[in-house]
């Protein structure tokens, strides 16, 4: 039995309400996603990009949602905290679909990221192999077993989703940064 009160729960349910068949968690995903990418923080740009997702017009009640999730994410990312909160099921829903939303947080945050990133060259090594383990992660949804071995995996990925965007925004706003003028001598 999943906890009926849980920030996935109410998101789920909110969506579902108001017509659109879309995962918090890919949604989440490409908040996180473009905002690593330094799409910054502006409500219209999200709202613009989570209306694409939503595949509709949105109601009041999810764009306040949706601007909450948003400052939720930026607070995050802006401040002293080392870890995100992502938006999944709780520990409590299956494996299987705890996997598949892991794997739609992924999907969510690769198109986020890829959309709005403006220049994929200037990451380091690091910061692209980030990126590749998202893709990888993705698609393993079906790879987990409801084991004792399967729930340390999936919260192995888990607490390595939860730092990954940390770097990629870290990074991603050093590249926004001008270099520094060199003294020039006389």
């Known amino acids: 039995m999943t906890i009926a009160n849980s920030p996935y729960q ?17 949604l989440h995903g490409q908040l996180l996603g473009r905002s690593c990418a330094g799409a910054g ?3 219209e740009g999200w709202l613009i990009d989570a209306a694409e997702l939503l595949e509709g017009d949105i109601q009041d009640n999810v764009r306040n949602a949706l601007i909450g999730l948003q400052e939720m994410v930026k607070g995050e990312l802006t401040g002293d905290d080392v870890t995100v909160v992502l938006l999944l099921p709780t520990d409590d829903a299956p494996l299987a679909d705890r996997a598949a939303a892991l794997g739609e947080w992924c999907q969510g945050f690769l198109s986020g990221f ?9 990451l380091s090594t690091e910061a692209t192999e980030v990126l590749q383990d998202l893709a990888a992660i993705s698609q393993v949804q079906d790879a987990l077993e409801e084991s004792e ?7 192995e990925v888990m607490e390595y989703l939860r730092v990954a965007p940390l770097l990629l925004f870290s990074e991603t706003k050093k590249a926004d940064v001008p270099p520094a003028a060199k003294p020039s001598l006389h």
Request: hydrophobic share 30%; proline share 3%.
């Open 41 to 43: 923080f502006d409500n």
């Open 149 to 155: 071995d399967g729930e340390t995996d999936y919260m």
């Open 10 to 26: 109410a998101f789920a349910t909110l969506l579902t309400s108001s017509g659109h068949n879309v995962s918090p968690a890919e």
């Open 114 to 122: 890829g959309l709005n990133c403006r220049d994929s060259s200037m």
